[in-house]
C-alpha cells in the first residue's frame, strides 16, 4: 500500500514562487508515474504536472507550462513542484497522486482516473 503525504503550501504574493513536496512511504517499488492535481472552489479538480519514476519524463497542462517544473528523488522518494511566477487563479488545493499502470499514451497521466493513491492535499494561496 502507498502513502502520500504533501507539504510545502502557504500564502503567497502574485509573482512569487514555492515548492510543494510529495514523499511517498510503504510499495514505493511499485510507483510508476507520480502528479500533482488542484482544485479551486467551486472548480474540478485538474492536472498540473505528471512524470514517470524511471526515466523522469515529464508532462504539463498549457496553463503551467514555463512557470511550473515538476521533478523527483528516487532516494527520498519523493516527487516536487516548482511553482514560479504564481498568479491568483493557481489558488486551489493540491493533491499528490500516484500510478502504477504504464500506458504509451501521454494523455494517459493527464486523467484523474489513471491515478491509485492520492494525498491529503495542500492549500495554495496566492494573494497580495
Known amino acids: 500500500q502507498l502513502h502520500l503525504v504533501e507539504s510545502g503550501g502557504g500564502l503567497v504574493q502574485p509573482g512569487g514562487s514555492l515548492r510543494l513536496s510529495c514523499a511517498a512511504s510503504?510499495?514505493?517499488?511499485?510507483?510508476?508515474?507520480m502528479a500533482w492535481f488542484r482544485q479551486a472552489p467551486g472548480k474540478e479538480r485538474e492536472v498540473v504536472s505528471a512524470i514517470i519514476w524511471s526515466g523522469g519524463s515529464t508532462y504539463y497542462a498549457d496553463s503551467v507550462k514555463g512557470g511550473f517544473t515538476i521533478s523527483r528523488n528516487d532516494a527520498k522518494n519523493t516527487a516536487y513542484l516548482k511553482m514560479n511566477s504564481l498568479k491568483t487563479e493557481d489558488t486551489a488545493v493540491y493533491y499528490c497522486?500516484?500510478?502504477?499502470?504504464?500506458?504509451?499514451?501521454?494523455?494517459?497521466?493527464?486523467?484523474?482516473?489513471?491515478?491509485?493513491?492520492w494525498g491529503r492535499g495542500t492549500q495554495v494561496t496566492v494573494s497580495s
Open positions: 510503504g510499495c514505493t517499488w511499485i510507483i510508476y508515474a
Open positions: 497522486a500516484a500510478t502504477v499502470a504504464r500506458s504509451l499514451s501521454p494523455q494517459y497521466y493527464y486523467n484523474r482516473l489513471s491515478y491509485d493513491e
